[in-house]
């Protein structure tokens, strides 16, 4: 037992490292820039720049508002439950100007009430990308894959 417990420990180190680095190659979120205003029922831009570690035609990503910066994911690339205040959808990034598939991107997001944060607080748009089960070069029995990445907001 104490063989099997020291494994799990040393795996749970080494996925909590894998998560730390893999992070490092999400997309750029490039608008809104970092301390862009909001308040209910603003329109603030949006646009991504996909990682695409898998080199893939498209990837599909997901949009969140949130109160906190994510720290994780759950099993299907999504903010856990609670942890988030608005889900803007899922979308198809056009890797390589092949084509617009949709659902095509939002290039605005619309902010929901946010009455309730005070003035000056900070909230996260974060976009979480996705490769694909399979579609990475090494083969077809590859899980999905996913990553992160997030951008401050200021409430006005
Ligand atoms: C992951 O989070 C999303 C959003 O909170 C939720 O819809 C989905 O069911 C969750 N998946 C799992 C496996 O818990």
Redesign the pocket.
Known sequence: MRFLSTSITALATLVALVVASSSKRAGTIDAPTAGTSISTGSSIPFGYGAANWCHNGYSPITIWLSGTVPTAL????????G??IE?YGNYLEDNFNIGPLPPVPPTSLTIPDISSYPTGSNLFLSVVEEALPGTCPGGVSQPAQYEFTSVSLMVV
């Open positions: 759950n099993a299907t690339g999504g903010l856990p439950e942890t988030y889900y």
